[in-house]
């Protein structure tokens, strides 16, 4: 039975934090999110073949006293594989509008229809932002053949959360399943951040082997953030610490990559680093809430 047009209800002054970065991985029919050799070898590749329900997931997050923002990719061309829907993991988000926040994903590939689709979750279904994975969705970022799905998601005010860095999916297969890294090195987001300089950019995961460069990008243009998901906190490069720690404090974010890793082994490592509480507060919480304007 369809809900209504998710509307957030978090209670933000009683969440000790909010995570920006969780996949759903299978919906309530049991479809998978990837096709079945991809899953099977992320699970090897992430040593977890955990793919907790949506339900599940916002269970566990109000149980940790924390809220999250959950997507799928949607990788229909290149990967020949249903996508899951981002209109039906915005209705369970609003059955759990308490603690889950909605994206959604379109296929930049399909052109027009991306665009039509991202207006329709925006308008219709509420998500709060878009999920892209230039190497397993196939395309550049840079390429100014999507310059207008950017435009749309500016004029809709939404943030665009982007994967950077090395993949995990179709890591030690044969030509690691075909995808190529160099479409999420963060500098091919540069000319993007500059031509739309009204949407919101969020780089995903400490972008390894190009720290460097999505450090500089975020230094440059205010318009860029980084969530620091993916990777456990005590394996972040000391530029990042660094950075996180002092001049980019304002737009760091915590995202754990749940289920692939679990967030209170990301905050328990984040804690090693001993960074200050009011710092701490803005990168587990406070900046994610100025972002989606909560």
């Known amino acids: ?20 970065h969780v996949h759903i991985e299978i919906d309530d029919e049991g479809h998978a999110s990837l096709p079945p050799a991809l899953a099977e070898a992320a699970s090897k590749y992430f040593k977890s073949d955990t793919r907790p329900t949506l339900d599940g997931i916002a269970d566990l997050y109000r149980d940790l006293k924390m809220a999250a923002v959950v997507f799928t990719v949607d990788a ?7 996508p899951l829907d981002s209109a039906e993991i915005a209705r369970g988000a609003a059955r ?18 991306a665009v039509e689709l991202a ?9 709060r932002g878009f999920k892209l994975h230039p190497t397993v969705q196939g395309f550049d970022p840079s390429d100014e053949t999507y310059y207008p799905l950017y435009a749309e998601f500016a004029r809709l005010g939404v943030p665009m959360l982007v994967h ?9 297969t044969r030509g690691g399943g075909g995808f190529r890294l160099g479409y999420s090195n963060p500098m091919v987001l540069d000319g993007v951040a500059a031509d739309f300089p009204d949407l919101d950019i969020v780089f995903a995961h400490p972008s390894v082997p190009w720290q460097d460069e999505a450090i500089s990008i975020a230094t440059h243009k205010s318009n860029v953030w980084i969530d620091l998901s993916g990777w456990s906190p005590k394996y972040f490069p000391e530029n990042l610490v660094r950075a996180a720690r002092t001049y ?5 974010l915590f995202g754990s990559d749940f289920p692939m890793l679990h967030p209170t082994r990301w905050r ?3 804690a090693t680093h001993g960074f200050d509480d009011a710092v701490t507060r803005k990168i587990l919480r406070d900046n994610a809430i100025r972002l989606l304007g909560l």
């Not at 603690?99 to 399909?110: A, C, H, K, Y």
């Open 1 to 20: 039975m369809a809900t209504a047009k998710y509307e957030p209800r978090l209670e933000v002054d009683q969440l000790e934090a909010l995570d920006v």
């Open 76 to 82: 229909r061309t290149q990967l020949a594989h249903q």
């Open 96 to 113: 759990n509008a308490d603690v889950l926040i909605p994206f959604g994903s379109v296929d930049p590939r399909t052109g027009a229809d």
């Open 119 to 127: 207006r329709r979750l925006v308008e219709d279904s509420g998500v």
């Open 164 to 172: 950077t860095g090395q993949s995990g999916i179709g890591a030690g």
């Open 248 to 252: 980019l404090q304002d737009r760091v």
């Open 268 to 270: 328990d490592d984040f």
